[in-house]
């Protein structure tokens, strides 16, 4: 046996998982929240953020706008065209992008630590004096409706998407927000001027740096770039309606012809991140999908009745009530087999107490499993954001575990018997035509 | 060089890694089996055993190995490649012990009980039903049965839907008793853990294990192509793809690196970590012609580090209202420009620094490191992942020219083209 051994012993940070004594929150003059945090043994830096400029400010006609807006930002600006900006990007081997979402558009990326005033001046630049030139919105808009018809043919995105009309109805939710091919095609250049002069604005705007450079040093950077940006004309975020229940189950098949496998979708809305009960839905959720192999979800359809490649169990719980339901991929003879054993599943997560074991099961997984988010530059980037999108305290991921020991059984069943009753469900299927499967 | 590295008298390649920034370790076991390993009538036999290696053990019955995991906080999978077949668990690093003894068990004691391999059955056609619904699956599929006479590499890992139905416990089984073996596999570690103490560990754990003979290969040398192939594959859908995949090398073939070059320069760098993402390939020079003159709206290009010289490809999406021809014709023309002249050096320098960036992202995440001690050990040996960014450094302009040359001749590609059967699209909601 020939052993080589040579331990060099890298530097450690204060602690693995950030905290009030190791972040940097600052609000500069113009509302925006900076949040800061060192690593010290990378050599490479992650930018990421949002600004309050989702798509509930879309029209109907026009769904999709607050998407191509973000993805527009950077296909030209006042100081560089589309060239320059990436030749800028890619000559030094840094990322950096932005797109839509439901409330927020964001915006990330990465490069070396000594070329953060790059990313800086990119997003500075794309935010503020973006141009948005004719030729390259046909281009963009080109891949943008490639991605819709690739969309179209994709069964998990068209149950997923059926879902949520199914769900949300004439709530705002209900609505894709990279749109449809018809909003999509009505979408001018003025509409994204207008959209982003009136739209885009630093209040409400988030931003965290992570990675090999002192966090004040970050932040002063910050300051010089984007501290002077103004915009009177930001108007607030939309108030979400509120979501009304399903009265009864409710159904659709979507065919799509051509395809080998059915996806599904089963369930209803859950909890927002901020509701009381969201962190006991959140670990009976580990509970019904997740734990082990896909949790009880995955033991029943793709363990025991192998049924299918993939069952889980997801729980939206971000800014409004996302959904909370049952996703699994099935051959389409399967779909009403699958169903009912997803439905008897949701009807003993709704009705019986989890066990001891399960609970004490997930309190370990979730408590053991939270470092390793943290890992690298972007999983705390991420958490920063988390934190700070939901107002949950600079200690949250320290006292995260104590708030998932104080979890009762009882807590879990209340919260699935409040928003997962089982008579109250939506069924999203996508497949190929009847005749085919 | 801060790697541990030894062989255990029944052979099995031991590298660790100590990395103490954070209190997680990654355990990697690599089986030197995958689809290269397989004849017609068991395509997929790889990738099925790997599914079985979860339905348990006499010390780790199925439901318990994958709940001890996730009790501990760990995360786990595995994958099966044309040449590999790897599983991880990344865990905090006071419970690795639970990885060790559990990849040390399940490299012998696997059941493959019948009820098992009958439910898996239909959860590996499910899989592969998923597949089929991509188009990009089903072009793959095409490109490379055409891509190769003999050879394994020309089925898909995942297997024929024939041969998923009719493959028999033993058939899994029997690979499984063939190829795993201490010495025909690589322990990876990466992680907050003492080698010395760790390594006294894996040697308790595993000097039982008797090594066996290496097994043989059914992969034979593939005969050098001699023209263009083009199958076209129909589907349902809108949109046009045109895939062109050329016979590339082995990643210990000098070239490689000069090959590595010519793809950043014509499709953007190639990530090289598995778990982060790469960057952006707007400014490369088939975006340009391509994207740019609006005939496509993406490309990407791969070439993979592989044992037998396998497939580099160029992936095209093409643009609504363009048709295939419409890319083919600028594709050859950008390729034959990298063959009659050498690239500027500045276009080198680039892409060197591209790869520096993506080597310090990746160096981010334990995980990574730790796929990367154990995955360059399955083609070469560690230092072919060391050495990796002098010999992209060393590369000449005119290495990049010679490498287009000789690689991107239209004669050792297959061309292939997915082109939408013209069924009525569903109506989108």
Redesign the interface.
Known sequence: ??????????K??LS?IPGADDITRVVLANGIVVLARE?P????VTLRGYLLAGSLFDPDEKLGLADFVASALMRGTAKRE??AI??S???????F?LSGGTHTAGFGG???AEDLPLLLELLNESLRRPTFPKTQV??LR??L??G???R????RD?AS??FD?LVYRDHPYARAEEG??QTVGAITVDDLVNFHKKIYGPNGMVLAVVGGIEAEKAVAEVRTTLEDWQNLEQPTVPQLPEWKPLESRVSKR????????SDLIIGTVGPARSAPDYMAANLGNNILGH???MGRVG?VV?????????AYSNLGGGSGPGPWAVAA???PANEEKATDLIFKELARFTDELVTEEEIS?SK?????????S?????GVAEALLNVERHKLGLDYYRRFPDEIRAITREQIRDAAAHYLPNEKMAVSIAGPNRAEA | MDVLQTTLSNGLKVLLKEIHTTPIISHWLWVKVGSRDETPGITGVSHWVEHMQFKGTPNFPAGKLDKDISRDGGYWNAMTYIDWTAYFETMPANKIDLALRLEADRMVNTYFKPEEVASERTVIISERQGNENSPMFLLDEDVQTAAFHSHPYRHEVIGTMADLQSMTRDDLYNHYKKFYTPNNAVLAIAGDFDSNALLARIQELYEGIPGDSVPPRVAKDEPEPSEERRVVTKGPGETIFVKAAYRSLRATDPDFFALSVADSLLAGPSSLNIFSGGISNKTSRLYQRLVENELAVSVSGGLQATIDPYLYDLTITVHPEKKAKDVIGPLDEEIARLQDSPPKPAELARAVKQAQALFAYGSESITNQAFWLGFAEIFDTYNWFLTYLERLEAVTPEQVQQAAQKYLRSERRVLGIYQPDGRPVAEEE
């Open positions: 046996m020939n052993a080589v051994v040579n331990l060099p012993k890298q450690l940070p693995s690593n043994n990378s050599q490479a589309f060239q990436y030749d990007l890619e000559s030094i081997g840094a990322s992008g990465r490069s070396l046909e281009k080109a891949q409706l490639t819709l018809a690739l179209a043919q994709d069964t068209m998407l059926i009309v449809h091919t979507h065919p799509i012809p051509g395809k080998s496998q734990f082990g192999l033991d793709r363990e025991q009745a192998g049924l299918a490649y993939y991929g099935v051959n099961d370990s997984n979730f408590i053991g499993s939270m470092p390793l943290l890992e690298t530059n972007g």
